[in-house]
């Protein structure tokens, strides 16, 4: 069984609907039921008893461009978990270039973070070169950087308010920093971070780490220790946009890749295209009306 959500663009979808179905046929995954959810006007649902998740994708991308879309083996739901990487994905931003930019070094460090978010790199290596390159840089950079340069990305406070107050857990977690994430965290709402912590001595960075490495392994051990605590059953979503973030989408059950580089985008079975993950909560079927930017009792 799979079913599948994409929002869809309106303009010739009966006729895109029609071969794409047929493509499927072909493929032996025929199509049983499609058609638009009735509480979510431009999400277009279709349910097939067999198919491959990534056969599926292919076709739908084929027919409907890149779009957002979400593929499931059973019938999708609201998660009771939320885990989430955050640089480029709840921000738009990557955290350690920006501060970079404030030792005038960005040039050199968002090189070695784009091969490593492409999996070219070692993370841990590449984490650990470019810390040392900030070395010496006062900590109050931090703060102007945050104030200056780091933004959420569109929705991304109202999905993670929207989930909780369908009693969904919310969790950052990131290769980044405590820094940069704990305030994230407080401005969009969620519950738990994990990630890395710059060392700090006397009011500069010393170009090391404090702690140990906050990586994929431990995006994938923190998921799976907030979903045993929920016990069997939980959904489970997860979003990212790089290689670093493949271990935990693939182990959720709705593996959302937003914006992501190829690697992270092939290993998932969502995508947003678009700018807004506010798609997420229509491809989890939660109409507009009950979107909210507060938690209730928080």
Not at 102 to 131: H, N, P, Y
Not at 175 to 185: M, N, Y
């Amino acid at each position: 069984m799979l079913i599948a959500r994409l929002i869809a663009d309106m303009d010739g979808v009966e006729t895109r609907l029609d071969a794409a179905m047929e493509a499927c046929a072909a493929a032996d995954m025929p199509v049983a039921m499609a058609g638009m959810l009735d509480f979510c006007g431009d999400v277009l649902q279709l349910s097939l008893p067999q198919g491959d998740h990534a056969a599926l994708t292919a076709t739908l991308i084929e027919h409907f461009g890149e779009c957002d879309l979400l593929v499931a083996d059973h019938e999708i739901e609201v998660p009771r978990l939320f885990v989430s990487d955050m640089d480029s994905t709840m921000i738009g931003q990557e955290c350690i270039d920006e501060l970079a930019d404030f030792a005038g070094i960005k040039d050199r460090v968002a090189a070695i973070t784009e091969r490593a978010m492409q999996g070219e790199l070692d993370f841990e290596s590449a984490l650990r070169e470019r810390v040392g390159l900030l070395e010496g840089l006062e900590e109050g950079a931090i703060d102007r950087c945050l104030g200056e340069r780091i933004r959420p990305v569109a929705g991304a406070r109202t999905l993670v308010a929207t989930l909780r107050n369908r009693g969904c857990r919310t969790v950052l977690v990131t290769g980044g920093f405590h820094h940069f994430a704990d305030p994230v965290a407080d401005q969009l709402g969620f519950e738990r971070v994990v990630g890395n912590r710059l060392a700090v001595t006397g009011g500069a960075l010393t170009g090391l780490l404090a702690g140990p490495v906050s990586d994929a392994s431990t995006k994938l051990a923190t998921l799976q220790e907030e979903r045993a605590r929920l016990g069997e059953g939980a959904r489970v979503l997860a979003t990212g946009d790089g290689a670093n973030d493949i271990p935990m989408m693939a182990a959720a059950d709705y593996g959302v890749a937003y914006r992501a580089k190829p690697k992270a985008r092939e290993a998932a079975n969502g995508r947003i295209a678009g700018e807004s993950l506010t798609s997420i909560l229509k491809l989890l079927g939660i109409p507009e009306s009950e979107w909210t930017d507060e938690v209730a009792n928080a």
